[in-house]
């Protein structure tokens, strides 16, 4: 009689062989993320871990790129010469960003044209305050403010997530980040001292439409974020969706006073037995349904992504010309 284990053929004894490699280096793998090190991108990682990546990196790209729309917006209507040209920096900082994310997020396998196949097919996620509109010169003030600012308290941690790529990425986007923010702020301090009632009244206009899309940034509340758990113990992310949102309102309310605005929620205070400040629901119904493309401008930033791709198409091609020319020059000489 065959025993069990003779039974076992040679294709089931590789499996199982693979399996107990496999479990050797997930092992191995686990342990480096428990000891703080950094994953690069030749080093075995689980599919799971690539994929979360590949997703959250290049969501984060996306974002950035769709990111350039609202303010670029208003390059051509900013009030001063020097108003003009920190915008046109900024933005351009934007582009920049978006294209260390996507050769990070390369450095996994999957390639640039992959993932902007998947921005342009609508598959892809990108942030979802980039779907609202930018009404008045005061939004891009407070875009700054409060965009830049929730995307430096959420990006920060990221400098020190585990895939080496993606935190060396992050060190040079938090400086840049950093400047953003600044002149956000500043702008608006200029028209909220200097400026006339009615500016100041377009300023208050612009935080009571972007306090609560800014909160939405951080994602779902923890307990509705499938993702979270798992990228946390994987070091992906260092802080939960809630506690960066804490942080951000703990940090946003002593600028709103120094401001002279008011923050929108009537439940916003001081909870002096939590440290913290309380604040009111956020409206998930309408998170979920810009997320799921249902915003006030998803059909426009998605058309704009996609005709800049296609009248691009021309820049591109002329470079892989020139490109292939001086190669082939290169191998006759
Ligand atoms: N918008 O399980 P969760 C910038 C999705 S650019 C849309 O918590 P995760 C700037 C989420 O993707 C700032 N979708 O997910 C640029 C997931 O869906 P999938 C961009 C959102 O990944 C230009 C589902 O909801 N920053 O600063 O653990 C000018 C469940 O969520 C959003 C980054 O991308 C959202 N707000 O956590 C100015 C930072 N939130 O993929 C400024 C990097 C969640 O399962 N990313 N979803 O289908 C992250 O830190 C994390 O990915 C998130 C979400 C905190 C955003």
């Known amino acids: 009689m065959y025993t069990q284990a003779m039974s076992v053929g040679p294709q089931d004894q590789a499996a199982k062989l693979q399996t107990a490699e496999e479990q050797q ?28 990546l590949v997703r959250q990196i290049s969501q984060h790209a996306h974002s950035e790129i769709v990111g350039m729309l609202p303010e670029g917006n208003w390059i051509t209507r900013a009030p001063t010469l020097k108003r003009k040209a920190i915008l046109l920096a900024k933005v351009q900082d934007e582009g920049g960003h978006g294209l260390y994310l996507y050769s990070a997020a390369e450095t996994l396998g999957t390639s640039r044209d992959q993932m902007l196949d998947a921005l342009h097919n609508g598959k892809a996620k990108y942030s979802s305050i980039f779907n609202y509109p930018t009404l008045t010169w005061a939004d891009i003030g407070v875009i700054g403010w409060l965009v830049d600012g929730a995307a430096i308290m959420n990006q920060v941690p990221l400098c020190r997530c585990s895939y080496g790529p993606y935190a060396r990425a992050m ?7 950093s400047f953003h923010q600044r002149q956000g702020y500043e702008s608006l301090l200029v028209m909220m001292r200097e400026g006339t009632a009615a500016q100041k009244a377009m300023v208050q206009d612009a935080v009571n439409r972007w306090w609560w899309p800014s909160l939405m940034m951080f994602g779902p509340a923890d307990k509705d974020s499938p993702n979270s758990e798992q990228s946390m113990r994987w070091g992906i992310k260092r802080l939960t969706n809630d506690e960066l949102r804490q942080k951000f ?15 929108p929620d009537p439940d916003l205070k001081w909870n002096a037995q939590r440290e913290q400040h309380d604040f009111g629901a956020i409206d998930w119904d ?10 006030p401008c998803n059909t426009e930033r998605l058309a704009t992504r996609v005709k800049a791709w296609e009248e691009g198409a021309w820049v591109r091609d002329a470079a892989l010309a020139h490109a292939n020319k001086r190669a082939t020059a290169a191998q006759a000489a």
């Open 286 to 295: 309408e998170f979920w349904r810009v997320v799921g493309g249902n915003g």
């Open 249 to 263: 309102v703990d940090a946003t309310v002593p600028q709103a006073e120094l401001l002279g605005v008011t923050l």
């Open 171 to 177: 060190i040079r986007i938090c400086r840049e980040e």
């Open 25 to 52: 280096r997930n092992e191995a793998f686990e342990a480096r993320i428990d000891a703080g090190d950094f994953i690069e991108a030749k080093d075995w990682m689980p599919e799971h871990y690539r994929k979360t």
